[in-house]
Every structure is written in C-alpha cells, then in structure tokens.
C-alpha cells in the first residue's frame, strides 16, 4: 500500500486515541462502596493505631469487672491481670477492628425504653472504650446490643442516640455473650501463651529438684573410632572427623536400672511448646506451692549459661503453676497438669521401680488396719465378705471386689529418696494367700511431687508411690463398702411410731384388730389413713446417712431429735439426731454400735415430711364424729379415748371425709347397712 493511502487510516486512529483519553479524563471516580451504602465513620480522626494508647472492656452490667490492655512502648500489658503480657497479635487484630468500624444508620433512640429495644441501654450493653495517652475520658466509647442477625450487631456511640449496624460484633471479639455467665469479658483470653524458649541441642546439664527427691542429668560425649580414608586415596594418612554425639546419663543414680535416656530430650523439647491457660499474682505464692518453689529446674548450656524454672501445685484445687526466674513481671501462670508432669515426671518414665507381683485368684484374706479403723475382708466363692466391722448394713460388693482387683493390678508410678521427710507409713494391709504366705502394703500421706500415695511393698525400705486413682480403690472409704440406706421399715409390720423434732411431735399407734391408725400431732388428735402413713415410711426407708465413724459409738449422741419404730414383734428401733454442726447432723442408730452422721438435706427431708400428718387434724374430728354416731346408732357402745372416738366392740369400716371447706358431698357411710332400731 502506498503512503498517501495509509496516511488517512494514521490520521483517524490518532484521533480516536486522542478521544479515549480525554473522555477517561473527564470521568468522575466511583465513590467509595461505604459512601455508596451510606455508612457512618465511628472512629475520630485523632484515633490511630499510633496514638491509640489503653482500651477498656467491660459489661454494662457489671462495669466494675473490666479488662484493661495497656500499651507498653511496643508490647501490651493486661492491667486487670497483674500486667502479664498480652498476646500482641490478638490485640493488634482487636484494635485494627476497633479503627475500621463503620456503621450502616438504623434507628435513632432518644429514650432507655427504645434503647431496650437493641439491647443499647448503659446497663446492658457491651462497652469497647478506646483511651489516648492524655485525656480524662476515652477518646471513643462504643456500646454493643444485641445481634441484628447472625452476621451484624447493633451499636451506638456513647452519649448518642443513633443506633448503628455494624459487621463486627466486639462482644464476641472479646470473648463475651449475650446471656448467660459469660457476660463479662475475661482478661486471660488475652494472655500471652506462649511462655518459656529453650534451645534443647546446646543444653548440657538438666537438674530437676522435686520436694522429696532431685535429679541430676548430664550429657555426656561418645566416644568413637575416627573413619579414615580407603587404602590409595591422597588423603589415606588423614582421618575424618567424625560428627560429635552425646548421650544422657543419670549422674544422681549411674546405677540405676534401664535409665530411659530419651526421656530427657523430651523434657527439654517440652519447655518451649508449654502454653499458659491463666495466671496467679505474686499475693498468690502460698495457695499456688511458690513460698518457696516446691519444684526447680535448671537447665545449664554448653556455654556456662542457664535459665531457672520454679514450679508449684495447688492441690486442693488441683492446679499447676511454672514460672522462670527473672522474669517481670513475676508470676506464676497457670498450665495444664499434663504438661507440669511433662516437666517434672514421675520416676517411672526416668527408671524401672520394684514391681508388685499378685496373683488376685489366689487371695484369701484382706486385712486392712486404718487410724479410723479395721476392716477385714474374707473370700466367699467368687466374692469377697467383711467379716469386721459386723454391721447389720447391706455390704457392696462390687467395690469389694474392686479391692481385690486393684491390689492384685498394683504398679508403682514415682519414689521418693531415702531421706525425704514422707511422714509415717500409718495404714497397712496383709493379704493372706491361699498358699499360706503373707504379703504387705504399708501405705502413708500423699505424695508431695505427683498426683499418688507413699506405700512400701512388704520388707522393703524403698519408699514408692501409687497412683491416687490405684490409692482410692485399694482403700476407700469405710462407707463405701456398705449401703447407707440404714432403715428398712416395714408398713405391714410396724404397729408403732413415734416423731420428734423441735416443735414437731408425731405419736401413732395401729389398732391390732382394725388396722386403723391414730394419736396426736402436737398434742391433737388424729386418725391419718393408712395411705398417709405408707408415704411417710417412703420417705424414711428412702433416707441414707452420709458417712460413720467405727472409733466413736453412737451412745455418745445427745438426741435433739428422734424417730421411734415398734413392730409387730415387739422390736423396738430408735434414730437419734444430735445438734446441728457445719451442715451435717450425728446420729445413732439403736441396733448399730458406731456413731453416723448425716447430711442437712436428708435430715430436713425426714422432719419436714411428718407435716402431712398436720392435714388429719382437719379430718379427723369429722371422721371420728361420723363413725361415733354411726356405730351409736348401730347398738355399738362408744367410748372416748386419748386418739379420738373409738368403737369398743362392733368394728366399723373408717373412711375419710372431705373437709367441709373442700365443697364436696360426703360419701354414704360403708359398713353395716341395717336399719336402726327406733327409739
């Protein structure tokens, strides 16, 4: 194509080129998508990460639980938690959050009754404050009510009026909920976790201090033959140098029997993954075992170095606190007991310990002396009986025979050193054998470094430990093995009974001949029926005591109370209640010879159910008038006597009779039918 015919098709393109860019330049931008939706800034411009200093997080309800997270050049403190450090990714997440919200208008609320409505009034919503370094009031104040849906949440500026919704729910940022106990935020979901750095290949020496032994481990290089080159190579005179190995020896016990060596590396890997779950102020240190550390690790590296880690139980609470020396602030943080024992564990996992070998077919006899007592177990068959104490109470031999099993299963978990102060052994147990030989456990306090009992088996001094889970099935308590429902009264048999409790005062006696009862209930007469009667048994042979005491006897009650049974066979049972102490009430029982006692609720229970008597008074005036004038005109001589109106010959049918305020007609008396003889 020739020039002066392309030149057109040039010209035209230029001009079009020319025409995109001028319209593309005088094209007005999109707004923003927040000014497009219309939604609000809440955030003042003088509040940037920078400048942003203290946030404050508290419930409305209870604005005096707060969380405060404090800015410390670049790290963050939890004021409210004894200024342990936060964990700054956390919070920094939580601020970016804080700074980005925007809100879409919903409503406006001039009022606490349309507040109410979003759950926005000051008392009840979720407060996020945000402080600058200066100033006396927070630079912004954000209140959160309740979801609008499962994605947004209404929210409002403090001191306004206009209610927002916004995408990110703070609440549940921080951990609180809507209803519930969770309310009010928690200052340890802000801990930082992650707690100690150890570098485990440059460790040299690992020296754990338990409170009834210590462990000294050393790292030792191994010696080996130096590689040299093949026969005819240029460097065949030189040897190689062979990569430097280590093992790790007990140096507290070189002797000691299949020394697990990895076990030590374990320990060391674990300091650095160990996370904190809570943490304890310095006001802590003897609820938390640190006045003074009962445990200590120190870890010396090959350069002279070393870090110091103390540790300590709450054993009451069950709780396991690690702390490292010199660290600020000082605290003792909380850790689960899995990884405390990781740290500090049991001589099992370091060593092999004496073994307990029982054959549980070939026990014969249980013979377990205790401070509170002896208790002799005797194979009977397949089960297993208490012959002492004899106590007329059913006996559960299902935990019977877990005592046999678990003697028979027995391991030891930890020892204690020779000279540790592990109190006396006070408990022993001889397990006579179907071949006539003798074993012996003597066991003791519980174990000052892990979760067991000192014991010892048979002749020898090593002092060991069992498992606390293995303690309690080999010696329970002495109630457990026996059923705690102690009265068994039968309504057929009881012709007798007799209540009485501060102002309560229960008499009743059976008629031998009808079956009808009657006596008094605070000094009124009554006629109860049968019916009401059977109930209250229900209530007293359901009752169960809580525990007894075989070294007192129940003579050394002073009754405050008492429950009085006679039975057909002229057997007499007595329950008595001394005073109240500390929630609990002692008791005898007049055919058992040891002292009880019993919790508050089911003595309250066995009293207070004796009011339904009180109903019969209402009753019994009218069923005993009734039957008097029935069996009087019947030829029936009536005498009056300490119960009531009682026929003394011809026996009557008794009903009972509603009330006369109950509205309802009196039934046709049932019994003899005759006519009566006119007069």
């Not at 999109?30 to 000014?35: L, M, W």
């Not at 008392?123 to 009510?145: I, K, N, R, T, Y």
Request: proline residues 5%; hydrophobic residues 40%; charged residues 25%.
């Amino acid at each position: 194509m020739k020039m002066k015919s392309f030149l057109p098709f040039l010209v035209i393109l230029v001009l079009l080129l020319g025409l995109v860019v001028w319209q593309k330049s005088n094209q007005k931008k999109p707004a923003p998508i927040a000014e497009q939706i219309g939604l609000a800034a809440l955030v003042p411009d003088t509040l940037t990460k920078s400048t942003l200093d203290r946030v404050e997080l508290f419930s409305g309800s209870a604005p005096e639980d707060k969380v405060v997270l404090q800015k410390k050049r670049e790290e963050w403190l939890i004021t409210s938690l004894h200024n342990a450090p936060a964990d700054k990714n956390a919070v920094d997440d939580f601020i970016g959050k804080i700074l980005a919200m925007k809100g879409e208008p919903r409503a406006t609320a001039d009022n606490d009754e349309k507040l109410a409505n979003f759950a926005l009034k000051d008392d009840e919503a979720f407060h996020v404050q945000a402080w600058l370094a200066s100033g006396e009031s927070p630079a912004l104040e954000l209140l959160f009510g309740k979801a609008a849906d499962f994605r947004t949440v209404f929210v409002r500026k403090a001191g306004e009026s206009k209610v927002f919704v916004e995408n990110n729910n703070l609440r549940r940022e921080a951990g609180a909920s809507e209803t519930g106990e969770d309310l009010r935020p928690k200052s340890n979901k802000w801990l930082k976790t992650q707690l100690f750095d150890v570098d485990a290949e440059n460790v040299a020496k690992l020296t754990l201090k338990y409170p009834d032994k210590e462990l000294v481990f050393d790292r030792k290089e191994l010696e080996k033959e130096p590689e040299t080159q093949e026969a005819g190579s240029e460097e065949s005179a030189v040897p190689a140098q062979p990569d430097k190995q280590y093992e790790w020896a007990l140096a507290t016990d070189p002797g000691a029997k299949d020394f697990k060596s990895t076990e030590v590396k374990t320990i060391l890997t674990k300091f650095s993954t160990i996370t904190a779950m809570d943490v304890a102020g310095p006001d802590e240190k003897d609820t938390c075992g640190f006045n003074p550390p009962a445990f200590t690790a120190t870890v010396s590296f090959a350069d002279g170095s070393e870090k110091v880690f103390y540790g300590g139980r709450n054993v009451a609470e069950d709780k396991y606190y690690l702390q490292q020396a010199g660290q600020e602030p000082e605290l003792m943080y909380q850790v689960a007991k899995y990884n405390f024992e990781q740290v500090f564990v049991a001589g099992s996992k370091i060593v092999s310990l004496p073994e307990w070998n029982l054959e549980q077919e070939n026990l014969a006899k249980i013979v377990m002396e205790r401070p509170e007592g002896k208790v002799v177990l005797e194979k009977d068959g397949s089960d297993w009986k208490i012959i002492e104490p004899q106590l007329n109470l059913e006996q559960q031999t299902t935990a019977l025979k877990g005592i046999a099993t678990a003697l028979a299963s027995l391991k030891a978990i930890d020892y204690a050193d020779p000279a540790a102060d592990t109190r006396a052994l006070d408990t022993t147990i001889r397990i006579a054998m179907l071949d006539g030989s003798e074993r012996v456990l003597r066991a003791g306090s519980p174990s000052l470094s892990v979760d067991g009992r000192y014991v010892k088996f048979d002749d020898s001094d090593s002092i060991l430990v069992i498992s606390r889970a293995d303690s309690e099935r080999i010696l329970p308590p002495v109630r457990d093995l026996f059923s705690l429902a102690v009265l068994d009264i039968p309504s057929e048999n009881l012709v007798e009974l007799n209540v009485t409790q501060e102002k309560r005062n229960l008499a009743l006696k059976k008629d031998p001949q009808t079956g009808q009862w009657a006596g008094t209930f605070n000094g009124k007469p009554i006629a109860p029926g049968a019916d009401k009667v059977e109930d209250y048994l229900m209530t007293v042979n359901a009752f169960q005591m809580d525990s007894f005491t075989l070294s007192r006897a129940g003579s050394e009650v002073e009754a405050a109370a008492t429950l009085s049974f006679v039975l057909a066979d002229g057997e007499h049972k007595v329950l008595s209640f001394g005073a109240e102490k500390d929630g609990n009430y002692e008791a005898s029982l007049s055919w058992l010879p040891c002292l009880f006692t019993a919790k508050s609720l089911e003595y309250l229970r066995l009293f207070a159910d004796i009011d339904a008597f009180a109903a019969a008074e209402e009753t019994s005036g009218a069923a005993a008038a009734s039957s008097a004038t029935e069996t009087a005109g019947a030829g029936s001589v009536v005498e009056e006597n300490a119960s009531g109106m009682i026929p003394k010959e011809e026996s009557v049918v008794a009903i009972d009779l509603p009330s006369a305020s109950s509205g309802q007609e009196a039934p046709e008396a049932i019994g003899d039918t005759s006519e009566a003889p006119s007069e």
